[in-house]
Nanobody, 127 residues
Framework: QLQVVESGGGLVQPGGSLRLSCAASGFTLDYYDIGWFRQAPGKEREGVSCISRNGGTRYYPDSVKGRFTISRDNAKNTVYLQMNSLKPDDTAVYYC????????????????????WGQGTQVTVDS
């Protein structure tokens, strides 16, 4: 069974950092693009980053660009999201998701493209 599991969320003060992990089981990440999404209370889920299977393509929306960094370690079957300079607006449940990589395409920030989702990890930024 294909699964991804997020970890690393928690409570952090504004300006602080967290590193989220997305670990895959039941399959190897080598052939998959990975996306990170978040959903705040009362808001729609939004994409915050994605990374192609070989790490050659990465995407960040303006809201997190320069603060978040996505990376992957295929040997560990894990993708990471390093989040720095966190703001209260970053408070949300963060999800990782996997989709089969498509030759010639960049990674996608559209949630409908992903078919394997984790349960999410809560990130709360509050003083």
């Amino acid at each position: 069974q294909l699964q991804v599991v997020e970890s690393g969320g928690g409570l952090v003060q504004p300006g602080g950092s967290l590193r989220l992990s997305c670990a895959a089981s039941g399959f190897t990440l080598d052939y998959y693009d990975i996306g990170w999404f978040r959903q705040a209370p009362g808001k729609e889920r939004e994409g915050v980053s994605c990374i192609s299977r070989n790490g050659g393509t990465r995407y960040y929306p303006d809201s997190v660009k320069g603060r978040f960094t996505i990376s992957r370690d295929n040997a560990k079957n894990t993708v990471y999201l390093q989040m720095n300079s966190l703001k209260p607006d970053d408070t949300a449940v963060y999800y990782c998701a996997a989709m089969s990589s498509r030759p010639g395409f960049s990674c996608s920030a559209q949630e409908y493209e992903y078919n394997t989702w984790g349960q999410g990890t809560q990130v709360t930024v509050d003083s």
